[in-house]
Each structure stands twice: as C-alpha cells, then as structure tokens.
C-alpha cells in the first residue's frame, strides 16, 4: 500500500499487488498525490519521502510533475512520520483486525486509513519535529521516544 499524510489530512490510500517499482510509483503518485496536492495545497507543497530506489530512479525524477521533494534515508522512523503511521496500522492490524484472508486484509487497511483525521496526521507530523533535535543530539541513534 502507499499513503500519504498531511497538516491537511491523509491521501488516498493505494492498495496494489505485486511489488513497487519505479513505474507504479510514479502512477500512485499521478493517480493518489496529484490529486490530493491540487486540492489542499494549491500554491505548493513539498513531498517528503525516504531515499528508497524508486523514489530517487532516472525515471522517478525526469518525471516529476512539477513535486518538490525533500529525503531522508530509508525507514527512518525518527526521522519520517509516515513510518510511525505504518507502526501504528500494523498494530491495528494485528490486534483489531487480526486478517485471515487478503480481503480482511486490505479491509482492515481501507478501515484504518478511513479513520486517520487531519489531527491524527498532525500528532504524526508534530512527533517527528519534537524528536529530530534528539536524534540529532543523539548522533542520529535511537533516542527515547
């Protein structure tokens, strides 16, 4: 799956089968963040992703439609507020939903995300700004949060 999160709330959520490359990337981004940007942020936004592979690929950034983007490395979860969104839908997964089936599954996800508000998305966000000067401080090792 691929989500997004925002002061403004979440974006849609993208369930897809198979694993992500480059190309579907770039069709998640068209078909789930476009979308969203041109709605709740008409005069700009900045995408904020990890340096995974496919985000940073020759095809990835020739075809930028127009996103600025900030990096940081791969599941950082200090570092990322998204990665604790994943840590948290996990959760919810394996102690609410408890799937048995790829439908429950993608149900559960469809379920949790419905849920996820425009606060929510801030207590995510804000977390990240709060820990990054530990993180730092801590030579960019785990800190107690």
């Given at each position: 799956?691929?989500?997004?999160?925002?002061?403004?709330?979440?974006?849609?959520?993208?369930?897809?089968?198979?694993?992500?490359?480059?190309?579907?990337?770039?069709?998640?981004?068209?078909?789930?963040?476009?979308?969203?940007?041109?709605?709740?942020?008409?005069?700009?936004?900045?995408?904020?992703?990890?340096?995974?592979?496919?985000?940073?690929?020759?095809?990835?950034?020739?075809?930028?439609?127009?996103?600025?983007?900030?990096?940081?490395?791969?599941?950082?979860?200090?570092?990322?507020p998204i990665e604790n969104v994943w840590a948290t839908l996990k959760d919810h997964l394996k102690r609410k939903v408890k799937p048995k089936t790829k439908v429950e599954l993608v149900n559960g996800i469809?379920?949790?995300?419905?849920?996820?508000?425009?606060?929510?998305?801030?207590?995510?966000?804000?977390?990240?700004?709060?820990?990054?000067?530990?993180?730092?401080?801590?030579?960019?090792?785990?800190?107690?949060?």
């Open positions: 799956m691929w989500g997004g999160i925002s002061y403004q709330g979440p974006t849609r959520c993208c369930v897809f089968t198979g694993i992500m490359d480059s190309i579907s990337y770039q069709q998640i981004l068209k078909d789930c963040l476009l979308p969203f940007t041109a709605r709740r942020y008409p005069n700009g936004f900045r995408l904020y992703q990890d340096n995974d592979a496919k985000h940073k690929s020759k095809s990835t950034t020739d075809k930028d439609n127009g996103v600025s983007t900030m990096s940081t490395p791969p599941s950082s979860p200090y570092l990322n469809k379920d949790f995300w419905g849920n996820l508000t425009a606060v929510n998305c801030a207590k995510y966000i804000d977390h990240s700004h709060r820990v990054l000067p530990h993180v730092v401080l801590n030579d960019c090792g785990p800190t107690n949060f």
